[in-house]
């Protein structure tokens, strides 16, 4: 299959798939005065006493609908998108890799919902409970619609990626790419990596959020370690390169044309000197 075939079977694939989330919008605006009533209570419980969101923009309120809308959707067509992915890479894979494509969906969509729910009912309103401190007889805590909606949205979306973390280690594993060893070995530049991600994810500069971020992600990276050594209990070396990639040739190649390169200096110095 070329580049351009490849285009055209990407193109095909996202169009499904925004057909799937339109679909699943048109659903949940069936329910979507019961999905905003449950998003705002849950908002209140974490403010404090006497405070409530308030929109000053007049699309703000409509803006609310939409948002909570397209979340659910998000949530009702992940495993129609999460089979579209597979059906995408699938041609890329070896012939006893293909038969992951149904654990691959489920598990998938069971870590999106796992995350989304982490953050609506954990992350997201210790988060506010956190900001809500800073209010006083002097400073009245108002938050607004369209920003808190704006944090709540990136903070799901980012909990749905991070609970992907065990899904994709435990198809790694099955594929003999990584072992738990070796995810064990990397453990301190994975809590690096890991703070470091928490940091730019953030939404305040604070360390307890940090920590809030970067907490569910170091344990679901240690649960993944687990996942992997229970896939491959009897693999303790270190992954070992896929024999036959072309990935890793092209690699290789690079590799040795720039090695030669550094060295073509060297060795016109040494013909001079040899003169």
């Not at 041609?91 to 890799?97: F, R």
């Not at 489920?106 to 988060?127: D, E, I, K, N, R």
């Not at 973390?165 to 890991?194: C, D, E, H, N, S």
């Amino acid at each position: 299959m070329g580049f351009l075939e490849h285009l055209e079977e990407l193109r095909a694939r996202l169009i499904r798939c925004c057909i799937a989330i339109a679909i699943g919008m048109a659903i949940a605006f069936a329910y979507v005065d019961r999905l905003v009533d449950a998003l705002l209570a849950s908002i209140e419980r974490a403010l404090p006493a006497g405070t409530s969101l308030v929109f000053i923009k007049p699309p703000e309120g409509f803006s609310l609908w939409l948002n909570v809308a397209l979340v659910a959707s998000l949530l009702l067509a992940a495993p129609f998108i999460m089979y579209q992915v597979w059906r995408f890479i699938a041609p890329g894979l070896y012939a006893n890799e293909k038969k992951f494509a149904i654990p691959f969906v489920v598990l998938t969509s069971f870590g999106s919902l796992a995350g989304a729910l982490f953050s609506h009912y954990m992350l997201f309103p210790s988060t506010m409970r956190f900001f809500s401190r800073f209010s006083s007889p002097r400073m009245r805590f108002m938050p607004g619609v369209e920003d808190t909606i704006d944090l709540y949205l990136k903070m799901m979306l980012g909990m749905v990626v991070v609970f992907q973390i065990p899904t994709l280690v435990y198809f790694l594993a099955k594929m003999r790419i990584v072992t738990g060893r070796f995810l064990w070995r990397q453990l301190q530049y994975a809590i690096l990596l890991i703070f470091i991600a928490a940091a730019a994810l953030t939404p305040s500069t604070d360390p307890w959020n940090q920590i809030v971020f970067a907490a569910p992600m170091i344990g679901l990276y240690i649960l993944s370690i687990g996942i992997a050594w229970l896939v491959a209990p009897g693999r303790g070396k270190d992954p070992a390169p896929r024999a036959g990639s072309p990935h890793l040739k092209l690699v290789f190649a690079a590799a040795v044309v720039d090695q030669a390169w550094r060295n073509r200096p060297r060795q016109v110095r040494r013909e001079d000197l040899s003169r």
